[in-house]
């Protein structure tokens, strides 16, 4: 991640500490992210469109619907050419959220869907075992034949049919016969 995505959304985070919206920008950022397309960050990068049009627009959109800070954050990186930075920026937001709160973002893959019970016991255990609070998204991947898949912090944890069958097609491979 560049530094300046890191900075911008520090400031951010420092700002909504500050008066106590953490959980608030969060889920602002969270409603406006899918908006901040490729498409979308080209025309508030469009030179052809004057910065101030680009600025108002933003302002617009934003103003009444978000919090002022959110909306204030945008407009400055669209004045400053930094659009494109915008949802990045947005995720590291929550990086951050999630460091200062203790959580962990764990994305489940499994063959079947799980029932309320096991997701339940899975947030449980993951909470023990991690010493910190987890939000889970749940993902189907029928490809997986069985088992789970877990991701977060930059880790994965594959407990899945398909990992062990591949595991026991490589120790075949490498066996002599």
Same mark, same amino acid.
């Given at each position: 991640?560049?530094?300046?995505? !890191?900075?911008?959304?520090?400031?951010?985070?420092? #700002?909504?500490?500050?008066?106590?919206?953490?959980?608030?920008?969060?889920?602002?950022?969270?409603?406006?992210?899918?908006?901040?397309?490729?498409?979308?960050?080209?025309?508030?990068?469009?030179?052809?469109?004057? @910065?101030?049009?680009?600025?108002? #627009?933003?302002?617009?959109?934003?103003?009444?619907?978000?919090?002022?800070? #959110?909306?204030?954050?945008?407009?400055?990186?669209?004045?400053?050419?930094?659009?494109?930075?915008? !949802?990045?920026?947005?995720?590291?937001?929550?990086?951050?959220?999630?460091?200062?709160?203790?959580?962990?973002?764990? !994305?489940?893959?499994?063959?079947?869907?799980?029932?309320?019970? /096991? !997701?339940?016991?899975?947030?449980?255990?993951?909470? @023990?075992?991690?010493? @910190?609070?987890?939000?889970?998204?749940?993902?189907?991947?029928?490809?997986?034949?069985?088992?789970?898949?877990?991701?977060?912090?930059?880790? /994965?944890?594959?407990?899945?049919? @398909?990992?062990?069958?591949?595991?026991?097609?490589?120790?075949?491979?490498?066996?002599?016969?």
């Amino acid at each position: 991640m560049n530094e300046i995505v !890191k900075e911008y959304a520090a400031g951010l985070f420092a #700002l909504a500490a500050e008066e106590h919206e953490e959980e608030r920008l969060l889920a602002e950022t969270h409603a406006l992210a899918p908006l901040f397309t490729r498409d979308y960050a080209r025309l508030l990068t469009n030179p052809e469109l004057p @910065k101030a049009e680009r600025v108002r #627009l933003v302002g617009e959109a934003l103003d009444s619907r978000v919090s002022p800070h #959110l909306s204030n954050f945008v407009k400055l990186m669209v004045e400053r050419s930094l659009a494109s930075e915008v !949802k990045a920026c947005f995720a590291e937001y929550e990086r951050l959220w999630c460091e200062a709160f203790g959580i962990v973002r764990v !994305k489940a893959e499994s063959a079947v869907e799980l029932s309320d019970e /096991q !997701k339940a016991a899975l947030e449980a255990r993951l909470s @023990k075992r991690l010493g @910190k609070r987890v939000l889970m998204e749940y993902a189907l991947n029928p490809a997986l034949i069985g088992g789970m898949r877990l991701f977060y912090d930059n880790r /994965q944890i594959d407990d899945t049919v @398909k990992n062990r069958l591949n595991e026991i097609a490589e120790r075949l491979a490498e066996a002599s016969v």
